[in-house]
């Protein structure tokens, strides 16, 4: 299940999502500098607007996120698949 959510995803959605799962939680600006983008924070609201059971909010101010245990390791499994 946690392969076809993934693979649905469009490619620059689901190579940020593999590039952040380095980090167990995370802020949008925390993703920006890491992964060099300006667009975390757009991206974080459209998955947690599309339902995605995935992300989780880590508090009510919605500043910090983590990924579900297993969606994170599937993810972190495609990123060592990928590493040279």
Request: proline share 2%; aromatic share 8%; hydrophobic share 45%.
């Given at each position: ?15 940020f999502l593999v590039e ?51 969606f994170g390791d599937v993810?972190?499994?495609?990123l060592r698949a990928s590493?040279?």
């Amino acid at each position: 299940v946690v392969e076809e959510v993934i693979d649905r995803l469009d490619l620059d959605t689901a190579t940020f999502l593999v590039e952040s799962a380095v980090l167990d939680r995370f802020t949008t600006e925390q993703l920006d500098a890491l992964l060099g983008r300006h667009d975390s924070a757009r991206l974080l609201g459209l998955l947690t607007s599309s339902g995605n059971p995935f992300l989780v909010s880590l508090d009510h101010q919605r500043v910090w996120y983590r990924y579900h245990h297993l969606f994170g390791d599937v993810l972190r499994g495609r990123l060592r698949a990928s590493a040279p």
